[in-house]
């Protein structure tokens, strides 16, 4: 089915550890970007995408980084896992015209 | 400076009838869009309704509205005959054009609960 696909729907990360979570989307859409949803917060960008190899900085990057070598793929890497990174992370993707946001299922990871 | 306020942290509404949900928006880029999602408790995130800031209409789809008043910066959602699985959370999202093209702002949210 088209659409974002997001790995892993659940991670549990010892604080300090680092990992990559995937997001690919088959829509052939420009721009992709990361959001964090915390309690009472709603969604929180933390990095976007306009192109392969063009990305910028959200409001809350700190503690993340991403790139983006093809369109399809943007992954987000915790290099040191915070507490403070605890969260539920939603990939989404859309084109030019910014009226089809599509948004991944979404990963919820804790860091303990 | 906050981008979108949503001032009700929880509505109540009775099944079968109409409930509208506030969100007031600051921007002063001419052009912009205006995106109403549900977030059920599954947690997905669903498209509802867009609204481009030079629209003239006020959006609709189904029974979701958009009460677009530019003037004032609101955009409110309103949802006509209301069903059970309208109980959800409720978020509401501005995209900027231009040199912020890409990035999505968020209020944080209204919880709808509908009851028989």
């Known amino acids: 089915n088209a659409g974002v696909t997001q790995t892993p729907k659940f991670q549990v990360l010892k604080t300090g550890q680092s990992m990559t979570l995937q997001c690919a989307q088959d829509?052939?859409?420009?721009?992709m970007s990361w959001y964090r949803q915390d309690p009472g917060m709603g969604l929180r960008l933390i990095h976007y995408?306009?192109?392969?190899?063009?990305?910028d900085q959200g409001e809350v990057p700190n503690g993340y980084n991403v790139s983006r070598s093809t369109t399809e793929d943007f992954p987000l890497r915790l290099l040191s896992a915070a507490p403070s990174q605890t969260s539920v992370y939603f990939c989404?993707?859309?084109?030019?015209?910014?009226?089809?946001?599509?948004f991944g299922s979404g990963t919820r990871l804790t860091v303990v | 400076a906050q981008k979108i306020t949503q001032t009700q942290p929880g509505m109540f509404v009775q099944e079968k009838e109409a409930v509208t949900l506030d969100c007031t928006y600051d921007t002063s880029d001419p052009s912009y869009g205006l995106f109403w999602y549900k977030q059920p408790s599954s947690g997905e995130m669903i498209f509802l309704i867009y609204q481009g800031s030079y629209d003239q209409q006020n959006a609709t789809e189904g029974r979701y509205s958009l009460n677009f008043q530019k003037a004032r910066k609101s955009a409110n959602l309103v949802i006509s005959a209301s069903q059970l699985g309208d109980s959800a959370m409720y978020f509401c999202?501005?995209?900027?054009?231009?040199?912020?093209?890409?990035?999505?702002?968020f209020g944080r949210g209204t919880q709808l609960t509908v009851w028989p």
């Open positions: 999202a501005m995209s900027d054009r231009g040199s912020t093209l890409g990035r999505l702002y």
């Open positions: 995408s306009v192109g392969a190899g063009i990305t």
């Open positions: 989404a993707s859309h084109t030019s015209t910014d009226y089809g946001y599509t």
């Open positions: 829509m052939n859409h420009e721009y």
